[in-house]
Structure formats: structure tokens, C-alpha cells
């Protein structure tokens, strides 16, 4: 391809993703999510990446799906046409690298659905999020997924039905959005929360954020044992007894991921 539309580094520990169509303000197209869920099963599968940041070129993170890419077609041409374009949603809840959207500009549609499906959301107090495809008789039902987890059916059915957008600090209200920052400081907030996690045990990050997705599948009394079945199972490792001993001789950790 002429342009590489997804941008991908990796800084010690931490990789970052930049959506690179800022011309188009980082509009999906098939090929754009192509290289999308590729970088981000590169950085699951690199060993040393633990925490993955992504943000976008230009004045926005992303605006969601290009509006060329839906000319006349079939149900099932158009059904064959999002499962590409939406792979992303799937990877992200798959993934065992903890994900950060960095988010500034507009997050609209499947930009707002691509912050909300990361595992943690930093927005510049600049930034504007919405599922706006209502608006241009379309419906945003990807974002929904994460949506409806994260904020409940009515706020979801909400904003999914009227397009309206919201400001970033509303979105930290509802707990769409971890934490706001200006937006001359999204960067250094999003490297400096990577660093953070990517210096904890790999293995209790992997462990904590697999459990604390599964919880929301399942009923209180068999998510807790399954809980400390996941406990039980890091209290085992190497990392965790060398992360108790470092605690006890005022040292710092050496990680194994084992």
C-alpha cells in the first residue's frame, strides 16, 4: 500500500497505534482496519509489549466508517462489509494487553466505539463523543456493544437514537471516559498511565483484567469464586512471590512473567 493508515511503535514496554488517515479524519475503510486489527494482534503478540496506547493523527481520533464505502448493496455484501470493518471490537475484548485510547477532537461512531472498546479512555477536555450515524440514516449498533457495558440500555438507546453528542467531561460522568485532561497534556497523561501499568507484574495485569471481564458475564456468587480461582491461580507464580518478597525488602520487583 502507498500509505501506511495505522502507525505502529513500540517504547520498551509499551506500544502505541496511531490511526493515520488525518486527511479523512481517520475514517475506517476496509483497508484501514485491516492494518488496524494486524497492529493490534502485533502488539498481543509481541512479548515484551504490555499496555498498548492508541491515538490519532491530525485534529481528531477518528470519525468512524468513510461515508463513500457505502454506496448501493446487498444485505450480505453489506453484512460481509462491517464484519471486516468491525473486527477491531472483537480483537480489543480478546486481547490480554491492557489497551488506552488517547483521545482528542471528535470520537464520533465507530471512533466513539473504537475509545469505549479499549480497556482505559484518557480525553483531551477538548474532545467530543458520539454515535452520530442516526443522523445520516444509519445506526450505530458496533458502539453499542461496549456501550451498553459500560453505561446501561437507557443512556446507550440514548445516545445510539438521537446522535447527539456529548462533551469529554459528560463522558467521564456517564464512565465512558477514565479521566480528562488538557489537551496540551493528553499525550504525557496517556504515556505516563502506560508506564505506570507497564511497570506492574505482566502476568497480574493479564490475570486482573481477564477476570474482571468475565465478571460481567456471569452471576455474583460464581463470578467471586471464579475470582479467586483467578487469584489462586497468579498466587502460584513466580512473579507473585518475588512481587511479595520485593514488598517486604523495600526493593524493586524483578519480573519473569511466570
Not at 508506564?195 to 486482573?208: D, N
Request: aromatic residues 6%.
Amino acid at each position: 500500500m502507498s500509505q501506511d493508515l495505522i502507525v505502529s511503535s513500540k517504547e520498551g514496554a509499551i506500544g502505541r497505534i496511531t490511526l493515520n488517515r488525518p486527511e479523512a479524519m481517520n475514517t475506517f475503510t476496509i483497508p484501514f482496519a485491516q492494518q488496524l486489527d494486524a497492529a493490534l494482534w502485533d502488539m498481543e503478540n509481541d512479548p515484551d509489549i504490555r499496555v498498548v496506547v492508541i491515538n490519532g493523527a491530525g485534529k481528531n481520533f477518528c470519525t468512524g466508517i468513510s461515508l463513500d464505502q457505502f454506496p448501493s448493496r446487498t444485505q450480505r455484501e453489506a453484512r460481509e462489509f462491517l464484519y471486516q470493518i468491525d473486527v477491531f471490537y472483537h480483537t480489543l475484548a480478546r486481547m490480554k494487553t491492557v489497551t488506552i485510547a488517547a483521545v482528542h477532537g471528535y470520537a464520533v461512531a465507530n471512533g466513539a466505539g473504537l475509545a469505549f472498546g479499549c480497556d482505559l479512555t484518557l480525553a483531551a477536555d477538548t474532545a467530543v463523543f458520539g454515535t452520530t450515524a442516526i443522523n445520516v440514516g444509519l445506526i450505530c449498533l458496533g458502539p453499542a456493544a461496549p456501550m451498553i457495558r459500560l453505561i446501561g440500555r437507557k443512556k446507550t438507546l440514548e445516545m445510539v437514537l438521537t446522535g447527539d453528542t456529548i462533551k469529554a467531561q459528560e463522558a467521564q460522568r456517564l464512565g465512558l471516559v477514565n479521566r480528562v485532561v488538557p489537551e496540551a497534556q493528553l499525550q504525557e497523561a496517556a504515556s505516563s498511565l502506560a508506564e505506570k501499568l507497564a511497570a506492574k507484574s505482566p502476568l497480574a495485569l493479564q490475570i486482573g483484567k481477564e477476570g474482571i471481564n468475565r465478571l460481567q458475564d456471569i452471576p455474583y456468587h460464581q463470578g467471586l469464586d471464579l475470582m479467586d480461582d483467578l487469584f489462586a491461580t497468579l498466587s502460584s507464580t513466580e512473579d507473585a512471590v518475588e512481587g511479595v518478597s520485593a514488598f517486604l525488602a523495600k526493593r524493586a520487583p524483578e519480573w519473569k512473567n511466570c
